[in-house]
């Protein structure tokens, strides 16, 4: 009788504290979709230098892994779909917004744009596959000071057809490097379909290298948060280096507009988006009014940076 009311305690409290932490994932998805559709207008209005890539439905990989870091230390390296990455590193709303403008405000001066972004131990870069080496020697460096610090680069389905990151598991798993490889497979490198980019799996190249691998649900934000959690807590226990294998689905365009994939075949997955299957978990009213929050702080952030143009231009 103890042991079944133990049970109980025990259930109830993991029930909670996964109301919890969807509460905490839902809040920070909702504000990277705002800010990527609000992009993709600002755009149509003629308002951004250069185009976005923007992480319409692919929120959850942001979230579920950046999650698993201890921000202050630990390094993310990410790519040309970096938005999402960033805004669960740091929030920062502004900076990232104004920079896509080109405005001084921007983290980076509005010099790097969508594609550059830095910030404390953040970094992104365009070139596809281009990270992983930088994110090597971030790791090799950070393992040489015994900081304890896990680096951890991101990756499309498509990079994964890229040279540079083939060596970068050689080393990774020479050195038994602190880093992991998360792979975003939302199946396509553009309009190219990923049977027609890549041979064998992703987890069989894991294994020829010697990394440990894994693969989860990437529209799951809890699935996603619990393996980089386990994974990111043996690297940093000198366990190597790893992959992390996110199953997702891009819902917007590559960049803008160029979009040539089957619309019934998006809209299949419309059910499936992380943010819509987070909201079936919790209360709808609740995830209403953080939906209403996210869009008054980002019109906020996007009219005080429209006014400041015609003073910064
Ligand atoms: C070395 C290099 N080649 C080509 C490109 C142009 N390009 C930008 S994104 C992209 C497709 C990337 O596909 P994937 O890695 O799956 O990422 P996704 O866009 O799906 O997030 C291509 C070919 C590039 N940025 N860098
Ligand atoms: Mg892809």
């Known amino acids: 009788m103890r042991n079944n009311t133990a049970e109980i305690v025990d259930i109830a409290a993991q029930r909670a504290s996964n109301i919890s932490r969807l509460k905490r994932f839902y809040s920070e998805m909702i ?17 951004l230098r250069g185009t976005v890539h923007t992480c319409l439905g692919q929120e959850a990989s942001a979230a579920g892994v950046i999650n698993a870091l201890d921000k202050d230390r630990d390094i993310v390296c990410s790519n040309h779909r970096g938005h999402g990455h ?19 405000q921007g983290v980076c001066g509005g ?37 304890g610090a896990v680096t951890v680069v991101f990756h499309g389905d498509g990079a994964m057809a890229e040279g540079a990151i ?9 050195w038994q490097l602190p880093i992991l490889f998360a792979v975003e497979s939302n199946k396509y490198a553009q309009s ?37 959690t386990e994974i990111v807590s043996n690297i ?18 590559h960049s803008k507009g160029d ?17 819509t299957r987070t909201r079936t978990q919790l209360d709808a009213d609740w995830c209403d009014e953080t939906k209403l929050a996210a869009t008054a702080k980002v019109d906020a952030v996007v009219n005080t940076l429209k006014a400041s143009r015609g003073r910064t231009d």
């Open 86 to 104: 960033y805004l669960a590193y740091c929030a920062d709303v502004e900076g990232l917004i104004a920079e896509v403008m080109g405005l001084p």
């Open 111 to 147: 010099i790097g744009g969508s594609q550059h972004l830095h910030r404390k131990n953040f970094y992104s870069n365009g070139i596809l596959g281009g990270m992983s080496p930088i994110a090597t020697g971030f790791a090799t460096a950070e393992k040489s000071k015994n900081s």
């Open 236 to 253: 940093r226990t000198g366990k190597g280096p790893a992959m992390l294998v996110l199953d997702t689905y891009r819902m917007g365009p």
């Open 192 to 228: 190219t379909r990923i049977e027609s980019e890549i041979a064998g799996s992703f987890l069989g190249r894991a294994e020829a290298f010697g990394l440990t691998a894994a693969e989860v649900d990437g529209n799951d934000v809890l699935a996603v948060n619990d393996a980089a």
């Open 31 to 47: 504000l990277i979709r705002t800010v990527e559709q609000t992009l993709l207008d600002l755009f149509s209005e003629g308002l």
């Open 259 to 275: 979009d040539d994939r089957n619309p019934q075949e998006i809209e299949s997955h419309r059910d499936n988006c992380p943010i």
């Open 166 to 174: 083939y060596e970068s598991f050689n080393l990774a798993a020479l």
